[in-house]
T-cell receptor, first 112, second 112 residues
């Protein structure tokens, strides 16, 4: 399985943008980039996904490098409720591999 | 309401006993997953199933068993062969070939 590398932890001030990086240098052409986040004592929740182009939704934006070897999750205006562990995951959804493998993620702390 | 339900939320067992964790979903999802999470760690995949009556081992299947007799149910048995069973267990489901997986609230198993 293709691997991802994320910083163990990051801090950000409340109401400021947050950029969470992810490296995936061994990504294959059919791997989608997914982001999930896990609030304390809860199961992870889906945040966003993308393949090649940058993506926006109500929760966040995903910026994907042109060579696809890295990506950045952007929270435009962090709130205290965004404090969580953020996971960057690669997933091949061409029906050949439905595994969803998580790494250790980035623990995001929001400073009031 | 549609969703994925894990029960119980907390479970205590004596060492040497097998224990079965329940996971039920009414989302009509084909794929289901079991993960284990230890304190301060990421999620590790135990087993996953893409279709009824079929399942595959994940990264840490030793000491665990599963069944998938019904689409909506994917119970996990933690056997006495699992050396360190105390952990937070998470179940998830998704539609095959799609991007979003839904997680339950987890079962915290403590073996004494």
């Amino acid at each position: 399985d293709a691997k991802t590398t994320q910083p163990n932890s990051m801090e950000s001030n409340e109401e400021e943008p947050v950029h969470l990086p992810c490296n995936h240098s061994t990504i294959s052409g059919t791997d989608y980039i997914h982001w999930y986040r896990q609030l304390p004592s809860q199961g992870p929740e889906y945040v966003i996904h993308g393949l090649t182009s940058n993506v926006n939704n109500r929760m966040a934006s995903l910026a994907i490098a042109e060579d696809r070897k890295s990506s950045t999750l952007i929270l435009h205006r962090a709130t205290l409720r965004d404090a969580a562990v953020y996971y960057c995951i690669l997933r091949d959804v061409n029906f050949g591999n439905e595994k969803l493998t998580f790494g250790t993620g980035t623990r995001l702390t929001i400073i009031p | 309401d549609g969703g994925i339900t894990q029960s119980p939320k907390y479970l205590f067992r004596k060492e040497g006993q097998n224990v079965t964790l329940s996971c039920e979903q009414n989302l009509n999802h084909d794929a289901m997953y079991w993960y284990r999470q230890d304190p301060g760690q990421g999620l590790r995949l135990i087993y996953y199933s893409q279709i009824v009556n079929d399942f595959q081992k994940g990264d840490i299947a030793e000491g665990y068993s599963v069944s998938r007799e019904k689409k909506e149910s994917f119970p996990l048995t933690v056997t006495s062969a699992q050396k360190n069973p105390t952990a937070f267990y998470l179940c998830a489901s998704s539609i095959r070939g799609t991007f979003e997986a839904f997680f339950g609230q987890g079962t915290r198993l403590t073996v004494v």
